[in-house]
């Protein structure tokens, strides 16, 4: 079992960044291919970016790409987003979720456990 919470989420004006963090609960973090999710008003829950077990495979959505780092600290069992450029499109709930496997996916099925959810808002 694992638990997530995710923080560092806020409002900003447009062109400037936030630092996403998950907590992850649990010995075998390590272990577990980890995402970050966004979903905004009326739409579906959308990728933005993966990490399997080591920092060298990482998944991007087109739509963050070059702006967005994921990374993560085994550790210290957290998940990081760093969102530099932010845009009003940006704004959704971001939620960080976790899967027991070696690769990274991109449809929310393919993974069992899932933080609350923290707020980014971007204001033009």
């Known amino acids: 079992q694992v638990q997530l919470v995710e923080s560092g989420g806020g409002s900003v004006q447009a062109g400037g960044s936030l630092r996403l963090s998950c907590a992850a609960s649990?010995?075998?973090?390590?272990?577990?291919?980890m995402a970050w999710f966004r979903q905004a008003p009326g739409k579906e829950r959308e990728f933005v970016a993966g990490i399997g077990w080591s920092d060298s495979s990482t998944r991007y959505a087109d739509s963050v790409k070059g702006r967005f780092t994921i990374s993560r600290d085994n550790a210290k069992n957290t998940l990081y987003l760093q969102m530099n450029s932010l845009k009003p499109e940006d704004t959704a709930v971001y939620y960080c979720a976790g899967r027991p496997y070696i690769v990274v996916v991109i449809t929310p099925s393919g993974y069992e456990y899932w933080g609350q959810g923290t707020q980014v808002t971007v204001s033009s």
């Open positions: 649990g010995r075998t973090f390590s272990s577990y291919a």
